[in-house]
């Protein structure tokens, strides 16, 4: 279980085994002392989670990942060489030179000594290698181009020039201050990533991954193209508390795939789906791929408040999916699963309910408790644990066998999760980390001036703005995690995004533009050609990785578009918005819009549909997610916004009354799909 959790090889000789666990063990058990046991200062947090990280990966991962054949010493893919450890022990060590000196490091503060610098170069050099190693070369190129770009600023031309850092401020700010590698995002990753995703781990140590992909499948799987439905319901389910799309694809991917090919989808278009549906888990609150967390430390806001407002983006976005694979089956001529493949509802409910109690407790923690993300996950973990071991002695009565046989097999699962929860988080870590490397330069001042560039790159227009944050967080996004890429661009782009918006007469909350920035962050996770989730879901499906990543992303443009909407339309977000009938009015136009756009992609509603049929479904979707704007087009007061909605459900029903017709009674589909 531990090469499977730590996804290695080094693990041939038993000394290596034990103090890989040990680390795992020890990461894990310090980040849950840390709510309840043990007080400490948020930058010793930050110090000592860091250094977790960072000695797992020098010890988990190799040097050279491509080269098989060992060097002495150096680098082997079997066991951890020499070289490696003694990288773990000065990475440690240079990681908590911070908080061991902190006393001395506060009192000259802005005047490091050259210790200091040795010491922050040596940081600098721990975090690019483990990220490198962990994560992979884009996010280290990244950090160097900023790097680079601080100090060689006034040899720049024309209006890239910048007034340059010194050595002295550039440790200062980002090395020994909390401003950089230890600002905001390490202390999310720290304080509360950590345990969300350690509840995951343990969820999934007890089931709940093919509890949620069995119960979707005996809701769904006997109706058209269910196992396709029922893979969006699971990945939906699973997003709730992994927060990563490949980890998605391949436990819920694992079962849904072959179903999706066994009852007529082509293998491309399972793997899709599969893609899609997973892709979007890292939208469901509560993880959403730590995002929710380390908007709210930036914007000074409730978690709450954070997952009130993605909510209904994410909710609308898995409609438009489900109603995808629905569209895609009735094109098909597809049928359900034959009723001895799809388990009872009942049966699985009666077998696996102890699998939603965490998950009730955490929301209710959350949502109705308000108690904060850390105490209410690690409450949650604790419920995890007990059932995990009740259930171990519940199996012992029942067998009639050894209860310490069944408790000791408990505590090896619950061992396993930790370690699991561990290896995670090494990715998440390593990327806040060295994200922070990237923030503490924009916040040197060099923010002002990538403000400058942007704006001067988007011509002072918020829509072309968008569009280049859109694209370019699809570029880099394909080389980073999605965490790291929403950091990167919120940094650079959020601000030009509501100054803009400002100028432009459009009030843009803050929020509203995170949410953008993570929106196309997650989308590159499918966009080819190196979108990692389509490679892993091809592997499944056995289908080409490109052409699955391009199908994928063809679904996923309905959640492409979703993040236009509500930069234009914050209510859509929920902001300022309180009345229950309200709220109401808002989702329900909204799963209209998102479906007539997904008609407009797809091509299809009742039948294949026609050019014009397209242009007016367009603008009832429009209309629908953007009555605000429509109403100043036609020279209605905002107060009365709310009328576009009626010209909207005028135009779709009338094409649904209009397909309903060229359809005739009785006809298959696929005849009127050839007409």
């Known amino acids: 279980m531990l090469k499977e959790d730590l996804g290695q090889v080094r693990l041939s000789r038993k000394i290596d085994r034990v103090l890989i666990t040990i680390v795992a063990l020890g990461w894990a058990f310090f980040q849950l002392s840390l709510p309840r046991l043990v007080i400490l200062d948020s930058l010793t947090i930050r110090a000592v989670h860091l250094a977790f990280a960072v000695a797992l990966t020098f010890l988990a991962f190799p040097l050279l990942k491509g080269r098989d054949k060992d060097i002495p010493g150096i680098h082997s893919k079997g066991h951890v060489p020499l070289m490696d450890y003694l990288l773990a022990l000065v990475g440690v060590v240079a990681v908590l030179y ?16 050259p210790f200091d610098v040795v010491v922050g170069i040596a940081v600098i050099l721990v975090v ?27 040899y720049m031309p024309g209006f890239l020039a910048y007034r340059g850092v010194s050595l002295t401020k550039y440790m200062s700010q980002i090395v020994l201050s909390s401003e950089g590698i230890y600002g905001i995002p390490l202390d999310v990753s720290a304080t509360t990533v950590y345990l969300f995703v350690m509840f995951g781990a343990l969820l999934e140590r007890l089931g709940a991954g093919k509890f949620f992909n069995d119960l ?30 490949i980890a998605n694809v391949v436990t819920t991917g694992t079962f849904t795939i072959p179903l999706m090919k066994k009852v007529g989808y082509p293998a491309k278009t399972a793997a899709a789906t599969e893609v899609a549906a997973s892709t979007n888990g890292q939208l469901m609150p509560p993880i959403m791929g730590a995002a929710a967390f380390i908007i709210a430390e930036y ?30 089956a009735t094109k098909l001529g597809m049928k359900g699963l034959p009723a001895e493949d799809t388990p009872k509802f009942w049966n699985v409910l009666k077998n696996g309910f102890y699998h939603l109690i965490p998950l009730f407790m955490l929301i209710y923690e959350l949502a109705v408790l308000r108690h904060s993300p850390n105490l209410s996950v690690f409450n949650a973990i604790l419920l995890v644990v007990a059932i995990l071991i009740l259930r171990q002695i519940v199996e012992a009565v029942r067998r009639k066998e050894s209860v310490w046989k069944w408790l000791w097999a408990g505590i090896k699962d619950l061992s396993d999760g930790m370690i699991s929860g561990s290896r995670n988080m090494i990715t998440v870590a390593l990327a806040t980390a060295t994200a ?19 704006e001067a790159l988007s011509l002072g227009n918020i829509f072309l703005l968008l569009f280049i944050t859109g694209v370019v967080s699809l570029i880099i996004g394909m080389g980073l995690p999605t965490t790291a890429t929403y950091i990167v661009m919120a940094s650079i782009t959020v601000p030009v995004i509501v100054q803009l918006g400002g100028d432009m007469g459009l009030v843009i909350p803050a929020i509203a533009a995170h949410l953008f920035c993570f929106y196309f962050g997650i ?51 929920l902001v300022d918005i309180s009345n229950g009938w309200q709220i109401l009015l808002i989702w329900v136009t909204a799963i209209l819009g ?3 756009f997904t008609n407009v992609v797809q091509g299809w509603f009742l039948v294949r549909t026609k050019w014009y049929e397209i242009i007016l479904l367009l603008a009832a979707a429009g209309l629908f997610f953007l009555p605000g704007r429509a109403a100043t087009m036609v020279g209605l007061d905002q107060s009365l916004r709310y ?12 094409i649904y009354l209009l397909q309903t017709l060229r359809r005739g009674p009785n006809k298959p589909a696929a005849v009127v799909a050839a007409a």
């Open 436 to 454: 922070g490397i990237i923030v503490g330069i924009v916040n040197m001042g060099i923010g002002s001036m990538i403000v400058q560039i942007v």
């Open 98 to 113: 911070i908080i061991l000196n902190w006393d001395a490091v506060a009192a000259r503060a802005g005047r490091p000594t």
């Open 643 to 654: 009328l576009m909605y009626l010209p909207g459900i005028a135009i779709y029903g009338g």
């Open 299 to 328: 914007l000074a806001i409730s978690y709450f408040d954070v997952i009130r407002a993605a909510f209904l983006p994410a909710f609308i976005s898995y409609i438009a999916l489900f109603y995808i694979v629905h569209l895609e």
């Open 594 to 596: 998102v479906l007539a």
């Open 216 to 245: 979707a499948i005996s809701l769904l799987g006997r109706y058209i193209g269910g196992p396709a439905k029922a893979s969006v319901v699971s990945s939906g389910l699973s997003g709730l508390v992994s927060g990563s799309s």
């Open 128 to 154: 690019l290698e483990t990220a490198r190693r962990g994560i992979g070369l884009p996010m280290v190129v990244l950090a160097i181009v900023f790097t680079v770009y601080a100090f060689l600023g006034p």
């Open 523 to 573: 989308l590159a996770d499918d966009t080819p050609p190196v979108g990692l989730a389509a490679y892993a879901a091809a592997a499944i499906a056995e289908s080409d990785p490109i052409a699955t990543g391009i199908k994928g992303f063809i679904y996923d443009l309905r959640t492409a578009v979703i993040p236009f909407m509500f930069v234009f339309n914050a209510e859509l977000l």
